[in-house]
Each structure stands twice: as C-alpha cells, then as structure tokens.
C-alpha cells in the first residue's frame, strides 16, 4: 500500500488560510427559489426587507448604546429594559434576514453598509440625557413602524404571505408594544406626591 511522504501529511492536516475568490450571489440580486413565488415578487420583498433590515440593526444597537450609556434616577431599570428590547430587536433582525435569504436574496450584514443605508439618523457618540435617548428611541420605532406597514400592504398585494405575515405578526407588534413601554416613561406624572388638585 502506497503511503503519504511526511511533507505530504504536514501539507494536508494545514489549515487553508488567506483563501479569496469572487462573490458567488451580488447584494441586490436574487436566485431561483421553489417556494411558488415569481421573481419580481420575490425581488421587491427582499429589496424591501433589506430596507427594513438596515434600520432594525441600527434600532438595534441603538438599544445597545443606550443600555451602556443610561444614567439618572431610572438607570436601574431603562438599563434593563433597553437590553430586554435590544435581544427582541436581534431576534426581528435574524427574522427579517432569513426571510431575504428565503426569498433567494442576499440579506445586509456589515455595519458599514448598514451606515449606508439606514434611515434612522446618527447619534452622536457622546452620551446624551435620558429624555433625549428616549426620544431617540420612539423616533427610530416610528420609522420602522411606517415602512414595515407599507411594506406589508405590498407583500400581501403581491401574494407574498410569509413577508406580510413576518411584517405583521412579528416587526409592527413587536415595535408597537416596545413603543408603549419607552413612551410611558415620557409621561410627566409626579411619583410621590399628586399634583394637588381636587378630583372635583
Ligand atoms: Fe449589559
């Protein structure tokens, strides 16, 4: 039986680095995909939730940020409750994702190319009062809220349920229920005392 020379052996068991080749799928393109959809459709969803993507990852991290930048009498528990909504944004984000990649398409991924995209508008990378991280917040959900549902009357005129249904049932009620918890903290209610006047 023929046996490998030692040189051999040592060039078999060593790890491939440094490989480079061409892409195999162009970002905005889309390959056949057998799920009874017709390429436009399935073109338009992915372009669409590509949009929709960039926005969710900088919701997302934009959650992060605030998480590690909070500070004042409510630290504690915006500290907690913008970590709980930044695990619910990465598990939209890997949702919307992996619809693209259903749809045949090629998902975003990088955050250079996120920048590029989003509609969201940059923080600054200081940190900012409580009041305006808020706002921050509810500024971003709204803007997702707007295109999610624009975007879900488009996949269900083009008989794309799994898009719409992703769009509904998941995105718009997850940022509209997330909306309401950062809104109530945007109440000026007193926390001690009422404010003093008569209920007649
Ligand atoms: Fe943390």
Do not use: C
């Amino acid at each position: 039986m023929k046996t490998s020379t030692p040189a051999r052996v040592a060039r078999s068991a060593a790890p491939l680095t440094g490989q480079r080749a061409h892409e195999t799928q162009a970002f905005g393109s889309v390959v056949p995909m057998p799920i009874a959809l017709a390429e436009d459709t399935r073109r338009s969803s992915a372009d669409n939730l590509n949009q929709l993507l960039a926005d969710a990852m900088t919701l997302r991290d934009l959650y992060k940020k605030h998480h590690w930048q909070a500070s004042g009498p409510t630290f504690y528990q915006l500290h907690l409750l913008f970590d709980k909504h930044f695990n619910e944004q990465s598990d939209l984000v890997d949702l919307i994702a992996e619809r693209i990649m259903t749809l045949g398409g090629v998902s975003i991924a990088m955050s250079a190319d996120v920048a590029e995209t989003t509609l969201i508008p940059r923080p600054p990378r200081g940190r900012e009062e409580t009041p305006v991280q808020l706002s921050r917040l509810l500024h971003a959900h709204e803007i997702v809220l707007k295109e999610a549902r624009a975007m879900a009357r488009k996949a269900a005129e083009d008989g794309d349920d799994g898009t719409n249904d992703l769009l509904v049932s998941s995105v718009i009620r997850t940022n509209e229920a997330q909306v309401w918890f950062v809104a109530e903290h945007l109440v000026d209610g007193p926390l001690v005392h009422t404010d003093g006047r008569s209920a007649d």
